[in-house]
Nanobody
Framework: QVQLLESGGGSVQPGGSLRLSCAAS????????MGWYRQAPGKQREWVAT????????WYADSVKGRFTISRDNAKNTVYLQMNSLKPEDTAVYYC???????????WGKGTLVTVSS
């Protein structure tokens, strides 16, 4: 089993920044890529960013390119999402995600709320 715990959410004004963290525990050897998703009020969950096991490659949704940066520290079993130039439309619950290598089974954290408002 793998457990994911997000932290770092909060309330910020437009144009501000936040850094989210996701700490993984359990059978860490059994997972590979990690990523972030978000779900805004009344909307479907959407993909935000993904990073490879080594951290050598990253991908971003068009809506966050140039503003968000995903990174990971394997020694700490932690993935980060640095969010800059935040907009009200970034308001959502942000979820950490990874996959089991053997069969691609997904693991999800419980989420951390980000609120961007004046």
């Amino acid at each position: 089993q793998v457990q994911l715990l997000e932290s770092g959410g909060g309330s910020v004004q437009p144009g501000g920044s936040l850094r989210l963290s996701c700490a993984a525990s359990g059978s860490i050897f059994s997972i590979n890529v990690m990523g972030w998703y978000r779900q805004a009020p009344g909307k479907q969950r959407e993909w935000v960013a993904t990073i490879t096991t080594s951290g050598g490659s990253t991908w971003y949704a068009d809506s966050v390119k140039g503003r968000f940066t995903i990174s990971r520290d394997n020694a700490k079993n932690t993935v980060y999402l640095q969010m800059n130039s935040l907009k009200p439309e970034d308001t959502a619950v942000y979820y950490c995600n990874t996959q089991r290598i053997r069969d691609g089974m997904p693991y999800w954290g419980k989420g951390t709320l980000v609120t961007v408002s004046s």
